[in-house]
């Protein structure tokens, strides 16, 4: 697989957003973690806009020739956990995800930009031929 973990969990986490989750953080926790190099953690509106949003993200993994590895079980309807080898994806309620405060038990990791950056728009240049 030529992509890395990184790159990743940016386009997991843009699915994600195009998924409509909110307050998205990707977290470089190699140094804090010996199970998993980045940790994505997304909060979700309700219980079917949990269930869509990982089952896009699922198949945004596929699709990128990495598929979750596994999912915790049972599943609930606040939290859902994927993994993905090198990286966790953890699918919250905002309650859940206030309660128990992976951000702050990850305090000293460091956040990954995951957002495409804007691209300046191409300008045309028109090649003038020389006249002789």
């Known amino acids: 697989m030529a992509r890395t973990f990184k790159s990743l969990g940016q386009s997991l986490?843009?699915?994600?957003?195009?998924?409509?989750?909110?307050?998205?953080?990707?977290?470089?926790?190699?140094?804090?973690?010996?199970?998993?190099?980045?940790?994505?953690?997304?909060?979700?509106?309700?219980?079917?806009?949990?269930q869509a949003v990982e089952e896009a993200v699922r198949q945004a993994g596929k699709e990128l020739r990495c598929p979750a590895l596994r999912r915790a079980k049972p599943q609930s309807d606040r939290w859902r956990v994927l993994d993905f080898g090198g990286i966790l994806v953890h699918l919250m309620t905002e309650e859940t995800r206030r309660f128990y405060a992976l951000e702050k038990l990850y305090h000293q990791s460091r956040p990954v930009s995951w957002q495409a950056e804007a691209r300046p728009p191409k300008t045309r240049t028109r090649a003038r031929k020389a006249h002789a």
């Open 13 to 50: 986490a843009r699915t994600a957003s195009d998924k409509k989750a909110e307050d998205i953080a990707l977290l470089d926790v190699r140094r804090q973690s010996p199970i998993t190099e980045y940790l994505l953690i997304a909060t979700v509106t309700s219980p079917p806009h949990l």
